[in-house]
């Protein structure tokens, strides 16, 4: 499917989540790739994945990426592979498309990604529209400095694609893996989203990206409460690598561990979704394991069976208010709340 700018009105057509903490390392990619992995197999849902992020991580982990030359430098940077579908004698297509032609007048082709009936027999599917490290870079470089004067065409540019009628007859859901950085991607994102949720940890550098993140959001609501249309709903905070119990996670004590829990404590989701810290998760993420997918993990590790359902859990929740318009995705996540909590009851009395 190409697609192409421009849409005028701020009418949601699809439902649309943004994955944002305003700091790295937190586990955003991980995270916007299984809830679109577990939508797409568990309630078949035809997801549209979305990579905003210069590194490129999750381009990389569901198309993989290649180092091309780029500008009249030649510089080495990353960059998906070409598009499946590329016929170069059209010339109005790009050989790599990605989500930087939004922003630059260019058609913009999801790519088809491994989760599929084709690929694995199930209902939903996973396509991507791929980071461009370079074009990405010079997006921000053009407008860094600008963030208050950039026309509001450039912030609406994502908003124009993803919010389309073309996107909408074909996908139930976009997910964005966000930069970050507040920059022109990080408000173009959150003006393109419906809904947000924020992975983070219990360290204080995840802390301070929430607030920024907070104050990210107010600023945006604004704006929307001026222009009349809906404002962006947060579903939570996410915490990722989580320690129960009395260990707590590196660089946050106890009482700043307590305080924090305090602090937003209406804000969490369910303790039954704080991802457990689990090494399975690198394991599986490098083909290093014998489950080709978390959601696949067996019982034969308490662990990592844990990690697999707070996942699971985690995602039921996330999912849950963006297909609020989707009866039959709602039966589905009834059914698999059902079973990972008689699980997850069962593994915390062992």
């Known amino acids: 499917m190409a697609t192409s700018m421009h849409t005028s009105s701020y009418e949601f057509l699809t439902p649309s989540l943004a994955v944002s903490n305003e700091k790295g390392g937190v586990g955003k990619t991980f995270l916007s790739a299984s809830i ?22 999750l381009t990389a982990l569901m198309l993989g990426l290649e180092q091309i030359p780029y500008g009249e ?5 990353k960059a998906p592979p070409p598009h499946p579908d590329y016929d ?20 913009v082709m999801p790519y088809p990604t491994w989760i599929g009936r084709e ?13 461009h490290g370079a074009k990405l870079e010079q997006i921000i470089s053009t407008t860094t400095g600008e963030i208050g004067l950039v026309s509001g065409i450039i912030y609406d540019s994502i908003f124009s694609i993803v919010q389309s009628p073309e996107i909408a007859s074909y996908y139930d859901l976009v ?3 966000t930069n970050p950085t507040r920059n022109i991607l990080s408000r173009a994102v959150l003006r393109a989203s419906t809904h947000i949720v924020i992975p983070m940890e219990f360290d204080v550098h995840s802390i301070d990206g929430i607030m920024s993140v907070q104050s990210s959001i107010e600023t945006e609501n ?5 222009a009349g249309c809906s404002a962006l709903k947060l579903i939570g905070l996410l915490p990722n690598r989580y320690v129960a119990g009395s260990s707590r996670s590196a660089g946050i004590s106890k009482l700043q561990y307590d305080e924090t829990k305090e602090l937003w404590k209406d804000l969490f989701l369910s303790e039954h979704s704080f991802i457990h810290q689990a090494e399975v998760v690198k394991k599986v993420l490098s083909g290093k394991h014998a489950a080709a997918s978390l959601f696949d993990i067996t019982k034969k590790s308490r662990a990592e069976y844990r990690l697999r359902l707070s996942l699971e859990h985690a995602c039921i929740e996330v999912l849950r208010p963006l297909t609020t ?20 009851k069962k593994i915390n009395r062992t």
């Open 222 to 226: 604004s704006y929307r409460a001026s």
């Open 73 to 77: 430098a030649g510089v080495m940077f």
């Open 175 to 177: 997910i964005f893996d």
């Open 325 to 344: 318009n989707i009866p039959s995705a709602q039966d589905c996540l009834d059914k698999h709340e059902q079973r990972v909590r008689r699980e997850q």
């Open 88 to 107: 170069p004698a059209d010339p109005d297509q790009v050989d790599r498309p990605s989500i930087a032609g939004a922003f630059l007048n260019e058609i």
């Open 119 to 131: 690929t694995q027999g199930v209902e939903g599917s996973v396509e991507i529209l791929p980071a």
């Open 36 to 57: 679109a992995e577990y939508a797409a197999r568990f309630a078949g849902l035809r997801v549209l994945l979305v990579d905003t992020d210069i590194q490129c991580n």
